[in-house]
């Protein structure tokens, strides 16, 4: 077994696709990425609803029924079984919209926060160098903001593309049309993110793979969730009432959360070239060594602290210290 283990190991490390993706996957495991992903899932689902109420709010103001409906719904395609309908807008006097307001965004940003020492996670920035809480929060307003946008710009492109504003059936056209901006939208707001939750300086060039990696994944699933919603989970929240909306969205935010992550891993192993990884024998390639030095400069919490890795391999050692 260990004899056939090193040659797919030799093989994958000999051919550069082969070699990305096997340097991507170890690299997520090493960080424990599901774990972070779990957070982030968690934190997703506390802010939803506070996020709609925010959006529906702000919708009610500046946008037409016809409209706000047609936004709300696509927002409500990120996720199974939620139904715009079941968040009303905050009205009455200012102080309850005032306050309301304030709640939610700080519930909102939750979600965005973490994504971002997430994503500094991934990137290997040094303890010392991470933004604090009151970057954390700029960047975060920024993003739901920006994101927010985006989401309303799209699909009101979307409905004229699809015909939906204009009354005029355009056909298998509008339809291909609507479903390329939709996985442009995916794939946009996915590059959006990785550039502004991270601390570390990346260009749209360093983003872009894993975002066109997360972007695609994420409106495959979102058509296969279309379908098994409509087929199998209907009956499931019928017959076991809000569990199953429970159950369902806290998964569906895991499976994005991890996606997203997968993404971002990508990203860092092309532009740091963190490849190839040796998957069996412990660390054997530059790559292996690079990687560990950079987990010895993610742990300095002070710019004075100094931390020394030291790898010893055969009759080979190298010494590595972080400032």
Known sequence: ??????????????????????????????????????????????????????LVTILGYVLPDNRRADVLG?????????????????????????VGGLTALWAGSGVVRVTQQSFDEVWEIPRHYRPGLVEQLRRSLFALATIGFGLVVATIMSGYVTGRDTGIDLGWYGRLGGYLISLALDVGLFVIAFRILTKRDVTFRDVLPGAVLAGGAFFVLQLLSAVIISR?????????????TVITI??????????????????????????????????????DERVLQQYADKAAHYEEQEIEMRL?????????RAR
């Open 1 to 54: 077994m260990k004899k056939w283990l090193t040659k797919i190991d030799r093989a994958q490390q000999d051919h550069e696709k082969l070699a990305i993706g096997a340097a991507t996957v170890k690299k997520y495991g090493e960080d424990q990425s599901s774990s972070l992903a779990s957070m982030i899932a968690f934190w997703a689902f506390f802010s939803i609803f506070p996020l709609f109420l925010v």
């Open 74 to 98: 696509r927002v409500a395609s990120f996720f199974p079984l939620l139904h715009p309908s079941t968040v009303g807008g905050l009205s009455g006097s200012w102080w309850p919209i005032l």
């Open 232 to 244: 199998y989970l209907g009956n499931a929240q019928g017959t076991y009432g809000s569990f199953a």
């Open 250 to 287: 806290l998964w569906w935010f895991y499976l994005q959360a991890q996606i997203t992550l997968l993404g971002v891993q990508l990203n860092v192993v092309l532009a740091e070239r963190l490849y190839p990884r040796s998957l069996v024998g412990g660390p054997q390639t530059d790559a």
């Open 312 to 320: 010893s391999r055969g009759s080979r050692r190298s010494s590595v």
